[in-house]
């Protein structure tokens, strides 16, 4: 079946320091989404990308699509502690979500 | 308006058993996902549901089973619970468009222990 492979699993890193997290599909994908879940927490959306090659910005998080649309990033400029969390993509293929396994962000303050 | 609504959030069985856990969508909301979610697994897809009907299953034993209802809440079941069922089940709507998935909105999820 489909599957979204994220890296890195985890990723601990000194506050104000960046931080990106990627996906990668074997197949194409209809679009991605990215979720993050804090700690005791559950996945809360956070965008959807749907056009090859599309960036969004959220403040100082950037998400990417790739331009063949297998691949995705996000990135975040100048952690804060407020980032800790699991970052979850979900790419759609057809009608059916598939999530990839998370990357853990910790950051040190 | 009111999230999404799981009961209950914390349970404890023992192997053998049988679980039912219920989930209430956001008014409006018509398709309902269920999601398994241990430490190592990630979210597993488990199944979906759109207006009573199952749209999509995941690769799932066939212990465990859902339904929806015609108000769109929705139940998940597994019979004969194994130590391995133990996980956080999440289960979340949508505003499904006839197209695509769309943004999820998830439950704070019910923690099953299986003893």
């Known amino acids: 079946g489909q599957q979204v492979m994220q890296i890195p699993q985890y990723q601990h890193v000194q506050e104000g320091e960046d931080f990106t997290t990627y996906c990668n599909s074997s197949t194409t994908l209809s679009n991605i989404q990215w979720y993050k879940q804090r700690p005791g927490g559950h996945p809360v959306f956070l965008i959807q990308l749907v056009k090859s090659g599309e960036v969004k910005k959220q403040k100082r998080l950037t998400f990417q699509f790739g331009e063949a649309k297998k691949n995705s990033s996000l990135h975040i400029t100048a952690t804060q502690t407020t980032d800790v969390g699991t970052y979850f993509c979900a790419g759609e293929y057809g009608n059916k979500l598939v999530f990839g396994a998370g990357t853990i962000l910790r950051v040190k303050s | 308006k009111a999230g999404v609504t799981q009961t209950p959030r914390y349970l404890i069985k023992t192997r053998g058993q049988q679980v039912t856990l219920s989930c209430s969508p956001i008014s409006g909301h018509r398709s309902v996902s269920w999601y398994q979610q241990t430490p190592g697994q990630g979210l597993q897809f488990l199944f979906e549901?759109?207006?009573?009907?199952?749209?999509n299953k995941g690769n799932f034993p066939g212990r465990f089973s859902g339904r929806q209802f015609s108000n769109s809440r929705s139940e998940m079941n597994v019979s004969t619970l194994e130590l391995g069922d133990s996980a956080l089940y999440l289960c979340?709507?949508?505003?499904?468009?006839?197209?695509?998935?769309?943004?999820?909105?998830f439950g704070e999820g019910s923690r099953l222990t299986v003893l």
């Open positions: 549901y759109f207006s009573e009907t199952q749209r």
């Open positions: 979340a709507s949508s505003l499904y468009r006839g197209r695509g998935t769309g943004e999820l909105f």
